[in-house]
């Protein structure tokens, strides 16, 4: 018997295949075992259940968690694990601050702020990064994007 899956919990899976984590959080082994725990909490950012990674970046390292979800962390484009941003290595507010005084605007302070828009708004995040994938064979973060694994 099949089961009936919505398809926000489809897409926010296939979304979630792996996290995006900096270079420093991942460590200097190249072989790194992360673990998935699929819906296991909620994000801080969006409210939504993410999917919840752990994983062990060296021998003598302590392990490290994803703090927030994937389509948080591409709105914001920062590091699931340090909140620091891709780009420029710095931490998000220090960016946020330095785009707002160029008078940019964040992506996340444009998401809805009801349950049902909240939930078409991050859906079409992923959708729209699923797209940008096929098309461009990876992920666009911007400017430098030297420190993005994913």
């Known amino acids: ?6 398809s926000a919990s489809a897409s926010a899976s296939a979304a979630s295949d792996f ?7 991942l460590g200097p082994n190249p072989y790194v075992r992360i ?3 699929p819906m296991a909490k909620p994000c801080p950012v ?21 703090v927030i979800s994937k389509e948080a962390a591409l709105l914001k484009n920062v590091c699931q694990v340090c909140l620091y941003d891709l780009d420029y290595q710095l931490p998000a507010g220090v960016v946020d601050a330095m785009r707002a005084g160029e008078g940019e605007k964040d992506k996340l302070d444009a998401a809805p702020t009801t349950e049902a828009n909240k939930e078409f708004y991050y859906n079409r995040v992923i959708e729209e990064q699923a797209k940008a994938r096929e098309a461009g064979g990876g992920l666009m973060t911007g400017a430098g994007g030297g420190g993005l694994v994913a």
Do not use: W
């Not at 018997?1 to 919505?6: C, I």
């Not at 996290?19 to 959080?25: N, R, S």
């Not at 969006?46 to 752990?54: A, L, N, V």
């Open 1 to 6: 018997a099949a089961r009936a899956v919505s």
């Open 19 to 25: 996290p995006l984590i900096c270079e420093t959080c």
């Open 35 to 37: 673990l998935k725990m």
């Open 46 to 66: 969006t409210g939504r259940p993410m999917t919840s990674f752990r994983f062990k970046p060296g021998d003598d390292a302590r392990y490290k968690n994803t």
